[in-house]
């Protein structure tokens, strides 16, 4: 069982940034592939990035290719998605999400297993 807590939202101007954060207190943590995901007014949920448990990979969705950026920091058991450059349409309530993924490939990317409560961002134009 993981409890997963985001952090890091909030009101910022478009063309600034954000780190949202993501840590669980249990250590099993570092053993699962994480991911963000969004869900934006009116829409469905959608796949943000994700890192691979060791950290040494990494995806991130088309819409924010080039500006987020996402990591890993086991020693403080946290995963970060670095947001630069924010623009209105990234409004969304962002969530992190832990998963034992087989293979770290798009088809399996929302096969996570543990979510947390998500975190509002909003960003003014």
């Known amino acids: 069982q993981l409890h997963l807590v985001e952090s890091g939202g909030g009101l910022v101007q478009g063309g600034n940034s954000l780190r949202l954060s993501c840590t669980a207190s249990?250590?099993?943590?570092?053993?699962?592939?994480v991911g963000w995901f969004r869900q934006c007014s009116g829409k469905e949920r959608e796949f943000v990035a994700i890192?691979?448990?060791?950290?040494?990979?990494?995806d991130v969705a088309d819409p924010v290719k080039g500006r987020f950026t996402i990591f890993r920091d086991k020693d403080k058991n946290t995963v970060y998605l670095q947001m630069n450059s924010l623009k209105p349409e990234d409004t969304c309530v962002y969530s992190c999400?832990?998963?034992?993924?087989?293979?770290?490939?798009?088809?399996?990317?929302?096969?996570?297993?543990?979510w947390g409560q998500g975190t509002q961002v909003t960003v003014s134009s």
């Open positions: 999400a832990a998963g034992t993924i087989p293979y770290f490939e798009p088809a399996y990317y929302n096969d996570m297993n543990y």
């Open positions: 249990e250590r099993t943590f570092r053993h699962y592939a």
């Open positions: 890192v691979s448990w060791s950290g040494d990979k990494t």
